[in-house]
């Protein structure tokens, strides 16, 4: 079935730093593919998304792109902030039902 | 905000007492999901509805049931509840079943003592 991998944590690094957290996924067909972020207390909110390939999906500084041909869909933001500092859920949107499948979660920690 | 309320937000409860969780919308979505969160496992999907009565299994359903008698409420029923459902419970809703965004509700933390 469907799956999806990212890097495990927890991230730590220095405000201004450049971020990468890597997401694969197992899929057939082509799905949507998202990137979720939590912070503490929280639900979940959308940051970015990408429906086909080659699609780049960017907010609040955070771009990811899906690559088709290494199935991929890395989280990347040239400066972090300590504002940044949440966990970071990658996931596909699922032909059956139409659910979201997630990776582990990626927890990121900015010190200033 | 997606117009999504979950009650109750916090509960504790003892093993073997049924509990039931709403999730209620105002967004006249179609889809509804119930996920649970727990360390190391990120979220995975316990149930969801594609519409009023109309409800299917996600990977870790077994101790669970639902129901969805209006468009707007999705409840999700613990039996009889165990310690090891003690979890985070998300409620999400979706216009549809494909590229669009699926809107989570901001959770409700069960205790099972």
């Known amino acids: 079935g469907n799956s999806v991998t990212q890097m495990e944590g927890p991230v730590t690094l220095s405000e201004e730093a450049f971020l990468t957290i890597n997401c694969t996924y197992t899929a057939t067909g082509y799905p949507s593919l998202f990137w979720y972020v939590q912070y503490p207390g929280e639900g979940l909110q959308l940051l970015l998304k990408?429906?086909?390939?080659?699609d780049k999906g960017s907010n609040k500084g955070f771009e990811a792109t899906y690559r088709k041909e290494t199935t991929s869909f890395h989280l990347e933001k040239g400066s972090v902030q300590v504002s940044d500092s949440a966990v970071y859920f990658c996931?596909?949107?699922?032909?059956?039902?139409?659910?979201?499948?997630f990776g582990q979660g990626t927890e990121l920690s900015v010190k200033p | 905000d997606a117009g999504i309320t979950q009650s109750p937000r916090h509960k504790v409860t003892e093993t073997g007492t049924p509990v039931t969780l709403r999730c209620h919308q105002t967004?006249?979505?179609?889809?509804m999901y119930w996920y649970r969160q727990d360390p190391g496992h990120g979220l995975r999907l316990i149930h969801y509805s594609y519409g009023v009565k109309d409800t299917d299994k996600g990977e870790v359903s077994d101790g669970y049931s639902v129901s969805r008698s209006k468009t707007e409420d999705f409840l999700l029923t613990l039996e009889s509840a165990t310690s090891s459902q003690t979890s985070v419970y998300f409620c999400?809703?979706?216009?549809?079943?494909?590229?669009?965004?699926?809107?989570f509700g901001e959770g409700s933390w069960l205790t099972v003592v």
């Open positions: 990408a429906t086909k390939a080659d």
């Open positions: 996931a596909l949107r699922d032909n059956q039902g139409g659910k979201l499948i």
């Open positions: 967004e006249n979505h179609r889809y």
């Open positions: 999400a809703i979706s216009m549809d079943s494909s590229g669009n965004t699926i809107y």
